[in-house]
């Protein structure tokens, strides 16, 4: 069972109340994007066995959009943060090196 | 699990001492192996079973092989099979982490059907179902085929126009399957409640020919058959690292040291994201937890497999007796192969009413396994960036049926360069948008 703590309305949110969202911090490529930075955009996911960065919706609770950093093998959680940022926080980056030293996500770690 | 061989029993290895002679000489020279008969039976029957030989050679790697299959599931290994068989390529060696077969390829509910919407989905799983029919022939290794026949329930009007459509697709591609009442349902499946109160059942997509196989024996089938041919599997091999020199794959770095190759062929269904990190490019792909429980025995009640995919669950009954259930996958990525508690309690709620008679059936267990999912819910079977290196995956939830299909177009593909039964499932159709959208019928359909 996976829970996470909205970093809105506080509450700790059980997976049954959440909606999962998918890899965090894509950019949105538009008009003028060539066919392979589209095609990332749209198409290609990270998938780390390890550090992960994902969105979720907080859908039987506040509604609210937020992120989460989490291991795909152990469902420990790092952290939550608000939606409102296009990378993950330092405090939440310096949480997963005491715990996962040399890390990487994408070009983050 | 004895019980459930039929005529070609389970190599009786563990105490016999010819294996203990085989392990103490792991470089053990390839010799032709035996062949499982109702005369080997009566002839080990009469010296107490002191004969059987090790179902496949334990073998240490080589420096260099021609070709190299990383994964040890049934679509490496038949990959392998089919390279050999087919393409005369026998120098492989077929490298697995784990144990053979320990990946979803023993953890799947085999259910085994090809009534896909998409033409180049079904010549796959046509093709795939139909060298099931004759795979313990082909093999020498009971895999227990049972065309029982697999129904999908509709219990939507949407799944009812859905289900039709697919059968008239499957008309055309000559894919023998039906759209029967609800009555032929009960029929065919006395348990069932079709008129259920939440979702009664509107009629079923029927496959007659399809069915289940018993899935840890199609790896040890091919196992057993690479290895009569020559080839190495070599188990508790983990790949760490993939060698390129330029842009051409060389070989790979393993937990037994440095093996060189020529091809590379990576089929590791779940930890392909891993394994493409390592090659360099990156996957249209996640991995998630997909979950499965059976129950005690019981006496036979059902004949047929029965798939609900509106409301998330499916169920055969196995030869031992066990309701074999599966349901719905995680909606995150993650590697624990375990699974949501809420998902069995849906899948399980979801039988009750559908099947009212199994409520109170005592589980015995669950577990999960790590499914490979692309965005249109079809698979992988590609050349990729790296020149040398292939990749089979994305079978997702529902791959167990395709082993034979796709080990046979993943050896031509990569024997030759091209297969025309991988040639739509390339990794640059996502960048083409020619998807191969079987999301609609696929999502959770197994
Ligand atoms: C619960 C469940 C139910 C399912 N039900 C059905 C069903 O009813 N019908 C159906 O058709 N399909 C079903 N599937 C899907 C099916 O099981 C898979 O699509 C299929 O088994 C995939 O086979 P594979 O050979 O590609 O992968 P696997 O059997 O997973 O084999 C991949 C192997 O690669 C190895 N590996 C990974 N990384 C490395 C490394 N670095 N080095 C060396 N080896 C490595 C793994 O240990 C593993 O043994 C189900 C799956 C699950 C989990
Ligand atoms: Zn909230």
Request: proline content about 5%; overall charge neutral.
């Amino acid at each position: 069972m996976l829970i996470l703590t909205c970093p809105y309305c506080g509450v700790a949110a059980d997976e049954t109340e959440l909606t999962p969202g998918g890899e965090a911090h894509l950019t949105r490529e538009t008009v003028g994007a060539d066919d392979a930075a589209f095609e990332g955009y749209l198409f290609k996911r990270e998938n780390p066995k390890g550090v992960h960065f994902e969105r979720w919706r907080h859908a039987y609770g506040c509604g609210k959009w937020f992120h989460a950093a989490r291991c795909t093998v152990t469902l420990e959680v790092f952290g939550t943060y608000p939606a409102q940022t296009t990378e993950p926080p330092k405090d939440i980056r310096d949480k997963i090196t005491a715990k996962r030293p040399g890390w990487s996500w994408r070009d983050f770690g | 699990m004895s019980q459930m061989w039929g005529i070609v029993p389970l190599p009786v290895v563990g105490h016999s001492s010819n294996r203990l002679t085989l392990l103490a000489r792991p470089d053990w020279d390839f010799i032709a192996m035996k062949r499982y008969s109702v005369f080997a039976i009566a002839r080990e029957a009469a010296r107490y079973h002191t004969g059987w030989e090790r179902a496949w050679a334990a073998r240490a790697p080589k420096k260099k092989y021609d070709v190299i299959i990383v994964g040890a599931g049934g679509h490496g290994l038949a990959t392998a099979y089919y390279l050999g068989r087919n393409h005369g390529i026998r120098n492989v060696a077929v490298l697995e982490k784990g144990w053979l077969g320990g990946g979803n390829t023993g953890r799947n509910t085999t259910i085994i059907r090809s009534n896909y919407l998409q033409d180049p989905s079904a010549a796959i799983y046509e093709k795939s179902r139909s060298l099931y029919e004759t795979l313990s022939q082909d093999l020498n290794y009971n895999v227990m085929f049972s065309p029982r026949g697999v129904m999908m329930l509709a219990q939507t009007h949407h799944e009812v126009r859905g289900y039709q459509r697919t059968a008239h697709a499957n008309a055309l591609q000559g894919v023998a399957t039906e759209y029967i009442s609800p009555q032929r349902v009960k029929e065919l499946c006395p348990i069932i409640d079709i008129d259920g109160p939440r979702y009664p059942v509107l009629g079923a997509l029927w496959q007659p020919r399809g069915g289940t196989a018993r899935h840890d024996a199609v790896a040890w089938g091919y196992a057993r058959a690479c290895s009569d041919m020559g080839m190495d599997i070599i188990q508790q091999c983990e790949v760490t690292a993939v060698r390129q020199s330029g842009s051409k794959v060389t070989g790979v770095s393993t937990t037994k040291g440095e093996i060189d190759c020529d091809k590379l062929g990576i089929v590791v269904a779940g930890h392909s994201g891993v394994l493409a990190d390592m090659a360099g490019f990156r996957l249209p792909i996640e991995s998630v937890a997909l979950q499965a429980l059976v129950s005690e025995p019981i006496k036979p009640c059902m004949d047929v497999v029965v798939m609900a995919n509106t409301v998330h669950g499916y169920m055969s009954q196995s030869d031992k007796g066990e309701m074999v259930i599966g349901g719905g996958a995680d909606g995150y990525n993650n590697y624990t192969q375990r699974g949501s508690f809420h998902h069995i309690e849906e899948t399980v709620r979801a039988l009750i009413e559908t099947f009212p008679m199994i409520s109170r059936l005592k589980m015995l267990r669950q577990w999960g396994g790590i499914v490979d999912m692309t965005g249109d819910r079809s698979p992988i079977l590609s050349k990729t960036p790296l020149e040398g290196c292939f990749i089979n995956c994305g079978w997702g939830t529902g791959g167990f049926k395709a082993i034979p299909g796709s080990g046979w177009g993943m050896a031509e593909l990569m024997a030759k360069g091209a297969s025309p039964l991988t040639d739509a499932f390339t990794l640059d159709r996502f960048r083409e948008g020619r998807f191969i959208d079987e999301s609609v019928a696929a999502g959770v359909a197994h």
